[in-house]
């Protein structure tokens, strides 16, 4: 699966998502669940099922980006598909 998650480095906060690119959230075209720290890819993980308004192929894309950030910022992600969490 092709990733669209790159890091995002930007001094100063950021203090409204709309201020982000598409490119630092799990699902880019929804706008949802920013991966911009490390807090953020662990809630991404543990919210991913209350996303609500996807399709099976945004999941995928989002869980890849997801695991790309962790990846990034150093976490370990043991599931290898979105249909492998909260089991």
Do not use: C
Not at 39 to 56: I, M, N, S
Not at 67 to 82: C, I, Q, R, S
């Amino acid at each position: 699966m092709q990733t669209t998650w790159k890091p995002y480095v930007q001094h100063g906060e950021i203090h409204d998502r709309a201020e982000l690119p598409e490119s630092v959230f799990a699902f880019p075209k929804q706008r949802k669940e920013p991966l911009t720290d490390a807090a953020h890819v662990k809630d991404a993980l543990a919210r991913f099922d209350q996303v609500e308004d996807v399709t099976d192929a945004d999941r995928d894309l989002a869980f890849a980006n997801i695991k790309k950030a962790a990846t990034h910022f150093g976490l370990d992600v043991h599931e290898n598909d979105w249909r492998e969490l909260g089991r």
